[in-house]
Every structure is written in C-alpha cells, then in structure tokens.
C-alpha cells in the first residue's frame, strides 16, 4: 500500500534573537525528520514542550515552509504555499486546533462556519447545503437547535466537536490534531477521542495526532512517533511502544502514565529541564538527562535505524545493551 503522505529529511530552522541588538541564534525545530502515514492509520507524535511536534504538523500541512526535505502527498510533492495548487489540495487535509473557541469566528454562528469549506471549495450547491450541515452535526453528535448558536454559546467540548464537522465537511482524506483534547476535561476528552475514532473507521480518514499525553494517544494511535528536540527518537506500532519502550526517553515517558489500581512507584524520573534549542548539546541532545549515557552520546549523534519488531529507534544503548525499564530505574 503507498503512503498518503511522507516525510522525507525536514529541516526547519528558526531565527531567534535576544534582545533589540542581540545576535540571533539558529534554532532547529525539525531536524531532519522523515515519517509516513498510510491511508486510515493514527499516527501519534509525542514529546514534551518543545520538541517541535506543532511545527512538524504544520509542515506536514505545507504551512510552514521547509528549508530542507521534502512533503509528498498521495505520491506528490507539496505544492507551494499559497498557490492554486495548495489551495486545491486544502479540501484534502484539514487541521483541528488546539483551542477551538480561537479557532471558531465568534461573529458567526456554527453553521455558517461549517459551511465555509463547502463554500470555499464549491462542493454542494447552496440549495443542499442546510442538509450537508445537518449531516456533520449529527456526524460528531451535536444537536440541530445548535445549529445557529454561537461559539460562546457552547461548551468547550461542543466548540471542539463543531471544529471537527468543519475539518470534516470536504470530506478531507488526512486530519492533523494538534492537541485537540488538551484544553477538555479528562470526561469529555474520552468522548472526543471516542468520536474521532469512529469517524475514521467510518470514513476512512488518516490522522496525525499530536499531543503530550500519552494516555489519549494510547487509546488512538496505531503508531507513535517520539520526538526530542527536534527530531525522532523511537517509532513502532503503539503496542510495542507502550509495553516494550527502548529508547529512555520513550522509557521515561511511559512510566510517567499512570495505570487505575497501581501505586505510582518507580517511575523513571528525568533529571532536569529540556536543554535549550538554541544551544542544543553536542552528539546525542538528550545524554545530559540520561540516565545510561556513555562517552559516545556525548561525541555523537545516533542515527535512527530498526531494531526489529518494525521499530525504529536513535539510541548508542539500544544497539547493544538494551536497558530494561528496571535497570533504568535502578540508576535514575
């Protein structure tokens, strides 16, 4: 089966500057990563703050630019950004926001704003449109009186719910979810995943799903990808990677998840903050909290490769020796 859309060696470099007259410094947001999601596949990208997971996603949408690398979609390269072409392919990839009342124009009710890509991309005459609305509402369990309600008029999860019915009203074939769960109660971020899944089984839809809490990604992931400063660190099936991490950064995060009826005991605790981008370390950015590092992380960066299982992972330590959760824990 092709690929819907691949990532090939994106690099996506910021300027920061310090300051009025401060020097800037080069910060690499997304270091040379490459990826691919398959028609109706859940891929999960995790990390913590930082580590460039909002930036891949928009890159992968072409709204952000690469100075690098290459997008492919349904085999395609990435028009550019802002031309007929890239607009073209809009209709076909949709982003559902983190925070949807931002996300939502407060000035308009919710069904003129799920009829905006209808309208846009001229996909059902006006005549059908009150049908099509009526449709998506259902779709992602909102009601028909909410139709002409307004954004303030509705709780955060109906506000993300109509977001979703917009990203899905031309019939997109991949969505990109920046952390559409975060802002939600734990209550109604269950339901939302819930709906999001059922709609991709139903339609077909792939989904990139961004997020830093692993516990929903979990629950919707086929595969997860995990990110540290810019780049990826260890990608398998979601199953692998939750019960048999590799790299300690994915071991790290895994233990972190807490499981009903488990005292929340040995956990692998990272020491310290995330390094800044702008001075990121030498050889493997992540040996200044790592547990296992040896002489060679600090000298040189690991490349990522298999280690079987379909797994992919940038570890000097998982070539040879591959520490247990255990063994991490008794060094931590």
Sequence with gaps: MTALIEADELVRIYEVRRGLFGRSSP?????GISLAVMPGETLGIVGESGSGKSTLGRMLLGLDPAQSGEV???GSPMPKY???GWRALRAKMQLV???PLAALDRRLTIAAQISEPLDIHRLVPKEHQAARIAELMAAVGLRSDQAGRFPHELSGGQRQRAVIARALASRPKLLVCDEPVSALDVSIQAQVVNMLRDLQEKNGIAMVFISHDLKVVRNIADRVAVMYLGRVVEEASSDVIFRLPQHPYTKALVSSVPIPGKPLEGRVILQGEPPNPANRPSGCA???RCPVARDICRTSVPALRRTGNGRTAACHAVAGET??????RRRA
């Design 82 to 84: 802002g031309t007929s």
């Design 323 to 328: 520490a247990s959760v255990e063994t991490l």
């Design 97 to 99: 926001y983190q925070d």
């Design 72 to 74: 492919r979609f349904e």
């Design 27 to 31: 910060v690499r947001a997304v270091d």
């Design 286 to 288: 992540f040996h200044p």
